[in-house]
T-cell receptor, first 115, second 117 residues
């Protein structure tokens, strides 16, 4: 069975500092990994994905994530946080071995960036 | 590209009535769409997978007679909450799937806030 864990309910960081939002996953086949961001009362916006290739994936708004197979992690990072990055972030995984695999979401992590 | 819309964005209805929510893929065709439910500050819970021209596949614990899904065209799926009750109040989000960059990618609608009084 697939699962995703985001161990932190909330991450607080000062504007201008680097940020990390953690994600670990479990999947039986090839992991397809995604990060989404959600602003209040809005749907999910795609940030980035890992399918194959380079372990470091660059996405929208200056975010990046590193796929670590041995640690089964896909942490989201940004070198310099902005107040406007404050939102709810979801990590998701799908079993890439099956085209009909479902997207499973983590619990979500609230990122709070303070000026 | 790859925009998904939902209508309405917000709806308030009385207990016992039915509400229909539309999900449209605006610039691509989607044979498969998904319906999720999200409680405040919680993750998305997959309710059902909607396939164009066939019956939806419901997740365990989701009442198919209460949450009717129709995917009559390649750009439209609808979710009807029948005989709504206050406990059905929630944020409903749909997504549509498209093949992109070597894998299926899901694009999400902006969500519909349902309040049942």
């Amino acid at each position: 069975a697939q699962s995703v864990a985001q161990p932190e309910d909330q991450v607080n960081v000062a504007e201008g500092n680097p940020l990390t939002v953690k994600c670990t996953y479990s999947v039986s086949g090839n992991p397809y990994l995604f990060w989404y961001v959600q602003y209040p009362n809005r749907g999910l916006q795609f940030l980035l994905k890992y399918i194959t290739g380079d372990n470091l994936v660059k996405g929208s708004y200056g975010f990046e994530a590193e796929f670590n197979k041995s640690q089964t992690s896909f942490h989201l990072k940004k070198p310099s946080a902005l107040v406007s990055d404050s939102a709810l972030y979801f990590c998701a995984v799908r079993d890439g071995s099956s085209n009909t695999g479902k997207l499973i979401f983590g619990q979500g992590t609230t990122l709070q960036v303070k000026p | 590209g790859a925009v998904v819309s939902q209508h309405p964005s917000r709806v308030i209805c009385k207990s016992g009535t039915s509400v229909k929510i539309e999900c449209r893929s605006l610039d691509f065709q989607a044979t498969t769409m998904f319906w999720y439910r999200q409680f405040p500050k919680q993750s998305l819970m997959l309710m059902a997978t909607s396939n164009e021209g066939s019956k939806a596949t419901y997740e365990q614990g989701v009442e198919k007679d209460k949450f009717l899904i129709n995917h009559a065209s390649l750009t439209l799926s609808t979710l009807t909450v029948t005989s709504a009750h206050p406990e059905d109040s929630s944020f409903y989000i749909c997504s549509a799937r498209q093949w992109a960059g070597g894998a299926y990618e899901q694009y999400f609608g902006p969500g519909t806030r349902l309040t049942v009084t």
